[in-house]
């Protein structure tokens, strides 16, 4: 990519989220899901890896995605519908690995998310927030195993790297790209954000319009 071209993304994606995004749905099970259409971003992390702060981040928005000092209160998968004419819906997807949460309800909120990624047509990507303090953790492998099993495209967010020092993100920004080489449906590249700052936001973006773009031809 030249830096015209990579000019011109942050533009688009500067257009894109500065219009009007909404929540649409809100879905407990497969079986609530909303109908298919258009495409579809999801972001899925942790449940104290700042997904809800991410989303309103990405869309200039203070309150789009319901933000907690709870970790693990998102239980369904949340559904934001972007501008008219966008064709383009976000997915808030319950945080996994909450040790706290009673184990029956960990296993449900994980059977809900890996049926989703294993069965949505409409899903183009799904974005993989990792917090860049910790970096990629045993339960995030899971997570990244059954995303190479279902052939479904994915790249890493690294969150919260306003909390780190330059060489310690310098550091686990290598260590997570020399992992997602290990893993054959990983989007190569590393997106490295803050949502304090709005650091990163500009490039997660545009990587976003240069995929509806690529799904599009």
Do not use: C
């Amino acid at each position: 990519m030249t830096a015209e071209s990579d000019a011109e993304l942050i533009e688009q994606g500067r257009k894109l989220f500065a219009g009007d995004w909404r929540f649409i749905w809100a879905s407990p099970s497969i079986e609530t899901l909303p109908p298919m259409a258009g495409l579809e971003v999801a972001f899925a992390g942790r449940s104290n890896v700042g997904k809800s702060s991410l989303i309103n981040a990405l869309t200039g928005r203070n309150a789009l995605a319901r933000t907690s000092h709870t970790p693990g209160r998102t239980q369904e998968l949340i559904f934001f519908e972007g501008p008219e004419n966008a064709d383009i819906r976000l997915v808030d997807m319950p945080g996994y690995g909450y040790a706290s949460a009673p184990k029956t309800k960990v296993a449900s909120w994980t059977a809900l998310i890996h049926k989703f990624l294993l069965g949505r047509a409409t899903l183009a990507r799904v974005y993989v927030l990792i917090d860049a303090r910790h970096g990629i953790k045993d339960v995030d492998q899971d997570v990244l195993k059954t995303l190479d099993k279902s052939a479904v495209s994915y790249q890493v967010v690294l969150t919260k790297a306003d909390q780190v020092k330059a060489g310690e993100l310098k550091t686990v920004t290598a260590e997570t790209i020399a992992t997602l080489a290990k893993h054959p449906a990983a989007f190569p590249e590393v997106l490295v954000t803050s949502s304090r700052t709005g650091d990163g936001m500009p490039e997660l973006r545009a990587a976003m319009v240069r995929l509806i773009e690529e799904r599009r031809r």
